[in-house]
């Protein structure tokens, strides 16, 4: 099946710092990829829908201006947490969906903690 | 908001098969149901999706009632590998395109 990864597997950083998080799909192009946070002990949740070319479209409740995407190419999404503060220590999940088969691959995951 | 509601955990005994049910009463007549699954700590593994009739691969098989209201996805032969948490999810026509909202899932224990 499509492989998406993702990187880092895990980031450590400082309150107040910014850390960006890459999602590639490695054997398609996808023009659209999603982000999810996870809890502990929770199940995903969307925070927003990233098209290849132009804006992202966020969840409601989910701050675009602390959470900033960027979808420059068809195989290449990145999600940048600004000014992380410990409560935005979670699990991040990207997808991608391939275009030609229209299944939606998920990455591994990234365990972000912030001290 | 996700479309549906699953029991939250469940066990099975290993080389039995798993039946795991899903409700999704409002799903709209051009909503997919799938199935992925999340081992601790990893990314969801895609499992199967069907639309109007029953389906099957490799991995399970997935049954889709007639008026579509309700599914049950089968792990014919379980193992203590398939220990995971499974989640069904309709997947949603929005103004910007096809999107997953996951609900909570049911947790299968595979018992030795």
């Known amino acids: 099946g499509a492989v998406v990864s993702q990187h880092p597997s895990r980031v450590i950083c400082k309150s107040g710092t910014s850390v960006k998080i890459e999602c590639r799909s490695l054997?398609?192009?996808?023009?659209?990829m999603f982000w999810y946070r996870q809890f502990p002990k929770q199940s995903l949740m969307l925070m927003a829908t990233?098209?290849?070319?132009?804006?992202?479209?966020?969840e409601q409740g989910v701050e675009k201006d602390k959470f900033l995407i960027n979808h420059a190419s068809l195989t290449l999404s990145t999600l940048t947490v600004t000014s992380a503060h410990p409560e935005d220590s979670s699990f991040y999940i990207c997808?991608?969906?391939?275009?030609?088969?229209?299944?939606?691959?998920f990455g591994p995951g990234t365990r972000l903690t912030v001290t | 908001d996700a479309k549906t509601t699953q029991p939250p955990s469940m066990d099975c005994a290993e080389g039995r098969a798993a039946n795991l049910p899903c409700n999704h009463s409002?799903?709209?007549?051009?909503?997919?149901v799938y199935w992925y699954r999340q081992i601790h700590s990893q990314g969801p593994q895609y499992i199967i999706h069907?639309?109007?009739n029953n389906e099957t691969n490799e991995m399970a098989s997935l049954i889709i009632t007639e008026d579509r209201k309700s599914s049950t996805l089968i792990l014919p032969h379980a193992t203590l590998r398939d220990t995971a948490v499974y989640y069904c999810?309709?997947?949603?026509?929005?103004?910007?395109?096809?999107?997953?909202?996951f609900g909570t899932g049911t947790s299968l224990t595979v018992i030795p």
């Open positions: 990233s098209n290849e070319g132009s804006k992202a479209t966020y």
């Open positions: 054997d398609f192009q996808a023009t659209t």
């Open positions: 069907g639309l109007k």
């Open positions: 999810i309709v997947r949603v026509l929005t103004n910007t395109g096809n999107q997953f909202y």
């Open positions: 409002t799903i709209s007549g051009n909503e997919y």
């Open positions: 997808s991608a969906r391939d275009p030609l088969g229209g299944g939606q691959y």
